[in-house]
């Protein structure tokens, strides 16, 4: 695995990381260290950091990423993965309540809550603001006085390391199906799910939404606003009646892009959290 190393006199937000996801297979990481910014970026293969640092330098609507202006000269690292493990050490566990946290697998205490999740390529460490606003938005749900019905089966929409899913079916404790058209996500959910032996009702499936059979009373969503806005009509079909969608991927400057379809769509809005920049709504199903 290959790395190379940025520094920042200010923070990177994580919008401005976004638009590499689009492009690269790559991870980003920020950490502070004598008054700067370290930011690192992981790449599988070498030939990627060159097509990396193209792409910055002559991108045109990078112009005012701030990120643009750092990969000048770069510093290539290589590591091996005992030395990656090293560098994944400071993603420590991270407190959704008191009764729940999620933990990498060097952090398990073995408490009855703790939900492991081993730091990888795949989307969803708990780190981020969408999954952390999820597990929030899951919580409130299950708590919720808008429920006409108890959950008893959910769909994860591009389930990536795995995370919602796992958490879903803890506090719900129904049927939960995760998938995503990423071979690796779908390969890290199901070493996650082994990690997490109390959990046995979620079955993860390569495969998009079109192929999923049945319906469902919840369906996450946690990718991003393009993929949202084309496959509502779909989505609204796999929900059951009085359904609930729970949404998130996608930056405060676009709901109004969200809120215009929304109003020929059979959904309403029950619950909102905007934390940074990342929206994240509870829709419910008219």
């Known amino acids: ?162 995370i919602l899913s796992i958490f879903s079916s803890l506090i719900f404790q129904c049927k939960v199906n995760g998938i995503d058209i990423d071979l690796e996500a779908i390969n890290q959910s199901l070493s996650n799910l082994k990690l997490n032996s109390k959990v046995s009702n979620v079955d993860f499936k390569l495969k998009n939404l079109e192929e999923v059979d049945g319906n469902f009373d919840l369906i996450i969503i946690n990718i991003s606003l393009d993929y949202l806005l084309s496959k509502l009509v779909l989505v609204e079909e796999k929900l059951n009646k009085s359904g609930v969608l729970i949404i998130s991927g996608f930056l405060f400057i676009d709901i109004k892009d969200l809120n215009l379809l929304l109003k020929d769509a059979k959904f309403v809005i029950i619950n909102i959290i905007h934390l940074n920049d990342w929206v994240s709504m509870v829709l419910k199903k008219k």
């Open 1 to 162: 695995m290959y790395y190379i190393e940025l520094l920042s006199k200010h923070e990177i937000q994580d919008k401005d990381f976004l638009v590499f996801y689009d492009n690269f297979d790559c991870v980003f990481t920020q950490y502070k260290e004598n008054n700067m910014y370290n930011i690192e970026v992981l790449f599988k293969y070498h030939k990627d950091i060159e097509l990396f640092v193209d792409f910055c330098s002559n991108k045109k609507n990078l112009s005012q990423n701030p990120i643009h202006s750092l990969v000048d000269k770069p510093k290539i690292k290589t590591f091996r993965y005992e030395e990656a493990d090293n560098w994944i050490n400071y993603l420590g566990p991270i407190n959704i309540t008191e009764d729940f946290r999620i933990v990498p697998p060097w952090h398990s205490l073995s408490e009855s809550n703790d939900i492991i999740i081993n730091p990888s390529l795949a989307f969803g460490t708990g780190h981020h603001e969408t999954t952390r606003s999820c597990l929030d938005l899951l919580l409130k749900t299950k708590d919720s006085f808008f429920l006409t019905k108890p959950i008893n089966s959910i769909l994860d929409v591009g389930t990536g390391s795995g």
